[in-house]
């Protein structure tokens, strides 16, 4: 009995093992390509679908590989060469796992038909950088290795001399004018003490560099919405009306308020609904570099440009202490106090005050002067703003004095926070100011996106 078994034991493994051999022969010997189709459905004249595994290759800032396929079931073999995590987004289609440098994905999309199809890497701002093109599907097409056009340093392919006159002019465009200017600062309304302004929400059309309008999402049509600045101690009113197609409500980011005006639907509050109108009133107890925004459906809204800024006091400037290298004066006195809110998503994208440059608002002062600038970042990812000239001195984060400011040249402002700095604008001329994550600020059509300057003009 013992041995019977033994033999059929035996015998098992046999056929496993020329189980084995026959599908790696049956593999070898399929067209490149393609595989069997998992399965059971077949194509109109009958025959077993097959499925098309096309290669496709991510780096900075392209996409390539096989990008002219047949239609039917596809399965892409992400591959990311380059150095930071993409994606791979089809339209219509969807969006395939976030790929890490280095790594491979098998992204199954199933049935794909005839036709072309933009795609890009959804990873914000990368389609910007140049991460983008077309996927053309096509009866009879082989895969092939086809680029999909965008992206740096292919050499000999690059129309090097066209990339150059379009990043000169880009720069020589600087100032561009644009219809709208975000942060114009609204004067209350007093009312028995009571400092009063109305908002009003609706989607209007803004345009963030020349020629292009986007459907924004505005407070009173602007972005960024009306800058409010109050005293210590001033009792505040804000009557919101919504004019979106969908609930709203503002939250008083970074300001002190009672917990039935923090601006939370549901929460604290009923959701403002279109056509309604909500007040909200609370007094000003301490000093505060703020920020107001909607909370319900933030990932859409503020993006696209529900967002301001309200400033309560002002913030102590250092005088008289050595800093570094650099002694203060005994007294500083402030020429230009800019509020200057970053964004990177949404309708608006990378921008400087819901403007990307050459539209871009430029500062101009005179030599010797000082300022003071807020960061707010309003978007969904750190930006380094650099200034190329000056050091900046940081004063306060987020609102609050710091005991022992520092100098920067970049200082990275992460979501939802904001910086205070000042700086002497000692030496004349064009200093550039931007974030230093460099594909938010140049793609091949030239210099866009959070790109201003310092104009220091001889006193």
Same mark, same amino acid.
């Given at each position: 009995?013992?041995?019977?078994f033994?033999?059929?034991?035996?015998?098992?493994?046999?056929m496993?093992? *020329?189980?084995?051999?026959?599908?790696i022969v049956? @593999?070898?010997?399929?067209?490149a390509?393609v595989?069997?189709?998992e399965?059971?459905?077949?194509?109109?004249?009958?025959?077993?679908a097959?499925?098309t595994?096309?290669a496709v290759?991510?780096?900075?800032w392209?996409?390539?590989?096989?990008?002219?396929?047949?239609?039917?079931?596809v399965?892409?073999e992400?591959?990311?060469?380059g150095?930071?995590?993409?994606n791979?987004?089809?339209?219509?289609?969807?969006?395939?796992p976030d790929?890490?440098?280095?790594?491979t994905?098998s992204?199954?999309?199933?049935?794909?038909?005839?036709?072309t199809?933009?795609?890009?890497?959804a990873?914000?701002?990368h389609k910007?950088a140049? =991460?983008r093109?077309i996927?053309?599907?096509?009866?009879?097409?082989?895969?092939?290795g086809?680029?999909?056009?965008?992206?740096?340093?292919?050499?000999?392919?690059?129309?090097?001399?066209?990339?150059?006159?379009a @990043? =000169? !002019?880009?720069?020589?465009? +600087?100032p561009? #004018?644009?219809e709208g200017?975000?942060n114009a600062?609204?004067e209350?309304e007093i009312?028995?003490?009571?400092?009063v302004?109305?908002?009003?929400?609706?989607?209007?059309?803004?345009?963030?560099e #020349?020629?292009r309008f986007v459907?924004?999402?505005?407070?009173?049509?602007?972005v960024p919405?009306? =800058?409010m600045?109050?005293?210590?101690?001033?009792?505040?009113?804000?009557?919101?009306?919504n004019k979106l197609?969908a609930?709203? &409500?503002?939250?008083w980011?970074?300001?002190r308020?009672?917990?039935d005006?923090d601006?939370?639907?549901?929460?604290?509050?009923?959701?403002v609904?279109?056509g309604?109108?909500f007040?909200?009133? +609370?007094?000003?107890?301490?000093p505060?570099?703020?920020m107001?925004h909607?909370?319900?459906?933030? !990932?859409?809204?503020v993006?696209?440009?529900? +967002?301001g800024?309200?400033?309560?006091?002002?913030?102590?400037?250092p005088?008289?202490?050595?800093?570094?290298?650099i002694?203060?004066?005994?007294?500083?006195?402030?020429?230009?106090e800019?509020?200057?809110?970053?964004? &990177?998503?949404?309708?608006?994208?990378?921008s400087?005050?819901?403007?990307?440059f050459?539209?871009?608002?430029?500062?101009?002062v005179?030599?010797?002067?000082?300022?003071?600038v807020?960061?707010?970042?309003?978007?969904l990812?750190s930006?380094?703003?650099?200034?190329h000239?000056?050091?900046? *001195?940081?004063?306060?984060?987020?609102?609050?004095?710091?005991?022992?400011?520092y100098?920067?040249?970049?200082i990275?402002?992460?979501p939802g926070e904001?910086?205070?700095?000042i700086?002497?604008?000692?030496?004349?001329?064009?200093?550039?100011w931007?974030?230093?994550?460099?594909n938010?600020v140049e793609?091949?059509?030239?210099m866009f996106?959070?790109?201003t300057? *310092?104009?220091? !003009? &001889?006193?």
């Amino acid at each position: 009995m013992n041995k019977t078994f033994d033999r059929f034991l035996v015998l098992l493994g046999a056929m496993g093992v *020329l189980i084995v051999v026959m599908t790696i022969v049956a @593999m070898a010997t399929r067209p490149a390509g393609v595989i069997a189709a998992e399965s059971p459905s077949t194509d109109p004249a009958g025959a077993p679908a097959v499925t098309t595994v096309a290669a496709v290759t991510l780096g900075e800032w392209s996409i390539a590989g096989d990008l002219t396929i047949p239609p039917g079931p596809v399965v892409f073999e992400i591959h990311n060469a380059g150095t930071v995590t993409h994606n791979l987004e089809i339209d219509g289609v969807g969006v395939s796992p976030d790929v890490n440098s280095g790594q491979t994905v098998s992204w199954d999309v199933g049935e794909i038909g005839e036709g072309t199809y933009e795609i890009v890497c959804a990873i914000v701002g990368h389609k910007e950088a140049g =991460m983008r093109g077309i996927l053309t599907v096509e009866a009879g097409a082989a895969v092939g290795g086809e680029s999909a056009g965008g992206g740096h340093g292919h050499g000999a392919d690059m129309d090097w001399g066209t990339l150059d006159e379009a @990043m =000169m !002019q880009s720069i020589m465009a +600087f100032p561009q #004018a644009t219809e709208g200017q975000g942060n114009a600062l609204l004067e209350p309304e007093i009312v028995d003490g009571v400092k009063v302004y109305e908002l009003t929400t609706e989607i209007t059309p803004w345009e963030v560099e #020349a020629g292009r309008f986007v459907d924004a999402w505005t407070y009173n049509g602007i972005v960024p919405g009306p =800058m409010m600045k109050v005293d210590v101690g001033d009792t505040v009113r804000v009557i919101l009306h919504n004019k979106l197609p969908a609930g709203t &409500d503002i939250h008083w980011h970074g300001i002190r308020t009672p917990n039935d005006m923090d601006g939370v639907a549901s929460l604290t509050q009923p959701l403002v609904l279109p056509g309604e109108t909500f007040v909200y009133e +609370f007094v000003a107890e301490r000093p505060a570099v703020g920020m107001y925004h909607a909370h319900t459906h933030g !990932q859409m809204a503020v993006p696209n440009g529900l +967002f301001g800024v309200l400033i309560i006091g002002d913030v102590p400037v250092p005088t008289s202490r050595t800093i570094g290298n650099i002694t203060l004066p005994d007294e500083i006195e402030i020429a230009q106090e800019i509020p200057m809110v970053l964004n &990177d998503a949404g309708v608006i994208g990378f921008s400087l005050n819901g403007k990307s440059f050459p539209a871009t608002e430029p500062y101009v002062v005179n030599t010797g002067d000082w300022l003071m600038v807020h960061y707010y970042n309003e978007g969904l990812q750190s930006h380094p703003m650099h200034q190329h000239q000056f050091p900046q *001195l940081i004063i306060a984060k987020d609102g609050f004095p710091l005991d022992h400011p520092y100098w920067a040249d970049t200082i990275n402002v992460a979501p939802g926070e904001r910086y205070t700095v000042i700086l002497h604008a000692d030496d004349s001329g064009v200093w550039v100011w931007h974030c230093h994550i460099l594909n938010h600020v140049e793609r091949e059509e030239g210099m866009f996106g959070m790109v201003t300057a *310092l104009i220091v !003009q &001889d006193s």
